[in-house]
């Protein structure tokens, strides 16, 4: 901070001479904070890095027990062309013949041709679809068939029915239809309009004998024949439970066809459970070589990891090695340790996977395996619980945080006292110079004034 101009009478450079000082003072104090920051910075972020990987593992884990990750089944058709199927993990595994004898389909009706230019009068048209109505007011200024369409598509109590026009050699056709598919989705139009009105070539009911629109397509609802035995029917085309868990996605009736029934084939999805458990061990391997990096010592280089010697990384992976090997107290017979699974620490301490025998346990204990994990007491509530003890809120790793955290804010006021420190030690220090330069100055014009009071030699 230059606070002054050099001095004149001495002929020093003052706020040079007060710079060096002070900066020979704060040079080593700063640098001893800056370092300390830094290994606080550093040890953070090799917490944060062990917090990461740590919390990978147990996200995989909690997916276990609550999204029913390995209870996950799989339902396979035979012809997508005419159903495609998918499965819950409440679906009872087994193959069930579908024959689809019917779509379903929305309601549609047309009216008779009328001049697009001509306009139909005044009036109203109440119109009702799945037991919902709405009234539309027609204006004898807005009565075109085209202005009838817009008041009608943007009427705000709207249930669904979509108007439009189809244009033939005899002139323009109102076609209403339902955005729904169904039989309870049918559409009615009453007119409220003089007898003589063109208005009333738009009334209809299906429940009529006689009505001035024509019907272009049947409310229609799905229906299928399950196993030969049970018709089951659905306003869409999406049969929802018919079978155990299974949702059935109707494409093309079966009648006609030279097979006359699709066949769903309701299994396990071993490969989705063991892709699952490939998960965990690869999430366990990340986080034991992240551990290992952090906590490394070479004894040739001295290199040292900032986690070295840190007691939670001992900890959580010696609980971890201790969880993988103890058996789960109420789990079945076939599985109770994840060594049964084919999962075992190698030498070096990460996971590999026997395949064989962890396809074979997916294949002839497959249940037995979901509860082993997902069970209230199963091995991922362990493991969950064993984690969130050191990633958690109140865990190890947040209180160590915790701890540098509060060491970073220590060092932030060390700096700031220093500054201020520093800030009143340059005031001094230049006050001090310009106070002898003063004096330097007066001595110097004493000594002139007394040069001139003597005789000339």
């Keep these: 901070m230059n606070i002054g101009a050099a001095a004149t009478a001495s002929g020093f450079d003052i706020n040079g001479m007060v710079n060096k000082i002070v900066e020979s003072e704060r040079v080593p104090k700063e640098a001893r904070i800056n370092q300390q920051r830094d290994q606080v ?3 953070l972020s090799a917490y944060g890095r062990l917090k990461g990987s740590l919390d990978t593992m147990k996200n995989l884990v909690s997916e276990f027990r609550r999204d029913d990750t390995l209870s996950a089944r799989l339902a396979n058709s035979n012809d997508s062309d005419v159903l495609t199927a998918t499965a819950s993990p409440e679906a009872i595994p087994g193959k069930y013949t579908v024959n689809v004898q019917q779509l379903a389909q929305s309601h549609k009706i047309v009216s008779s041709s009328f001049d697009e230019k001509e306009k139909l009068g005044s009036g109203k048209l109440a119109i009702g679809l799945a037991g919902l109505q709405f009234t539309v007011d027609i204006p004898e200024d807005e009565s075109k068939i085209l202005d009838v369409v817009r008041l009608i598509n943007r009427h705000p109590s709207n249930p669904g029915v979509m108007a439009s026009i189809i244009k033939d050699d005899v002139g323009a056709r109102l076609v209403l239809a339902s955005d729904k598919t169904g039989e309870q989705n049918s559409i009615k139009v009453k007119v409220d309009a003089p007898s003589s009105s063109t208005l009333q070539k738009f009334g ?8 001035s629109m024509t019907e272009m397509q049947q409310a229609k609802d799905a229906k299928v024949l399950i196993d030969g035995l049970a018709v089951v029917t659905s306003s869409a085309n999406v049969i929802e439970d018919a079978i155990k868990g299974v949702d059935l996605n109707l494409v093309q009736l079966t009648d006609g066809l030279e097979t006359p029934h699709a066949i769903v084939d309701v299994t396990y999805d071993r490969n989705q459970v063991g892709g699952a458990i490939e998960q ?31 007691s939670i990384v001992r900890s959580v992976t010696n609980q971890l090695r201790t969880a993988f090997s103890t058996p789960i107290d109420g789990a079945p017979a076939s ?7 084919g999962i075992t620490t190698t030498i070096g301490g990460r996971l590999e996977v026997d395949y064989d025998m962890l396809d074979k346990q997916l294949d002839q204990n497959f249940t037995d395996v979901g509860e082993f994990f997902g069970g209230r007491n199963g091995f991922a509530r362990r493991v969950e619980d064993l984690i969130h003890s050191h990633t958690g809120i109140t865990g190890s790793i947040k209180g160590r945080e915790n701890s540098l955290n509060d060491q970073v804010m220590r060092l932030n006021s060390d700096q700031t006292k220093l500054d201020r420190r520093m800030d009143s030690v340059q005031q001094r220090t230049h006050d001090q110079f310009m106070a002898m330069d003063s004096a330097m100055g007066k001595m110097q014009g004493q000594f002139s004034s007394m040069m001139s009071m003597m005789p000339q030699m």
């Design 204 to 211: 209809f009911n299906k429940n009529q004998d006689v009505n």
């Design 280 to 310: 965990f061990v690869n999430a366990y391997n990340q986080f034991f070589d992240v551990s290992q990096e952090l906590a490394k010592f070479d004894t040739q280089t001295q290199e040292k990891g900032p986690l070295v010697g840190d």
């Design 41 to 43: 910075d550093v040890s």
């Design 335 to 341: 599985v109770k340790t994840l060594s049964e699974l």
